[in-house]
């Protein structure tokens, strides 16, 4: 059974860093991507950036170039969200899923249970 | 980058009724067009890929299609198990992807 597991709530103060995981299981990890995807409180979705297990290539939204950090370690099947300085507009849940490539699109099929940040002075 | 715009941003309707959700999109995408569905509190759920290919699991009342930069989604018949957020999502200009806004159908 496919599934993506990730990390649990992080209670942060601003200013301070913080990675959260996404733990892939049930399929070959390195073989599809993993993306990104932000909600703030009452908000919809919102894409950040995805990463190619594989070989670690990356790429971002321009909305969050140079705010978060996405990485991945395929011997332990886990790929990573990390900010080295959080602010309170960070506060949010964060999924990771993971894509597949069809014969006609690319769809994104499993997803995480989210990860609930939330930054408070 | 591409937009990708919903409406009605939010519906009402009852048990048994038949609905229509609308994609536009700002530029021609093909069928990358995946449509899930988000309850309070769950992660999104993939209900249709390819604009029109249900995904396993999903009852038969959901069905999708369009292509080019139009798309619905339809609910033949409402459960009540089906009032839930509902957002669309481009996958055509990779590895950007765009999410519409989301339309919350309410009874």
């Known amino acids: 059974e496919v599934q993506l597991v990730q990390s649990g709530a992080e209670g942060k103060k601003p200013g301070e860093s913080l990675r959260i995981s996404c733990k892939g299981s049930?399929?070959?990890?390195?073989?599809?991507?993993i993306i990104w995807v932000r909600q703030m409180p009452g908000k919809g979705l919102e894409w950040m950036g995805r990463?190619?297990?594989?070989?670690?290539?990356?790429n971002y939204s321009p909305s969050f170039q140079g705010h978060v950090t996405i990485s991945a370690d395929k011997s332990i099947n886990t790929a990573y969200l990390q900010w080295s300085s959080l602010k309170a507009s960070d506060t949010a849940m964060y999924y990771c899923?993971?894509?597949?490539?069809?014969?006609?699109?690319?769809?994104?099929?499993?997803w995480g249970q989210g990860s609930l940040v939330t930054v408070s002075s | 980058d591409i937009q990708m715009t919903q409406s009605p941003s939010s519906l009402s309707a009852s048990v048994g009724d038949r609905v229509t959700i609308t994609c536009r999109a700002s530029?021609?995408?093909?069928?990358?067009l995946n449509w899930l569905q988000q309850k309070p509190g769950q992660a999104p759920k993939l209900l249709i890929h390819?604009?029109?290919t249900v995904q396993s699991g999903v009852p038969s009342r959901f069905s999708g299609s369009g292509s080019g930069t139009e798309f619905t989604l339809t609910i033949s018949s409402l459960q009540l198990e089906d009032f839930a957020t509902y957002y669309c999502?481009?996958?055509?200009?990779?590895?950007?992807?765009?999410f519409g806004q989301g339309t919350k159908l309410e009874i």
């Open positions: 899923a993971r894509r597949v490539p069809g014969p006609r699109d690319y769809y994104l099929d499993y």
């Open positions: 999502l481009q996958t055509y200009s990779t590895p950007e992807y765009t």
């Open positions: 390819a604009a029109s």
């Open positions: 049930g399929y070959t990890f390195a073989g599809y991507w």
């Open positions: 530029q021609t995408i093909d069928s990358y």
């Open positions: 990463i190619d297990p594989s070989d670690s290539y990356t």
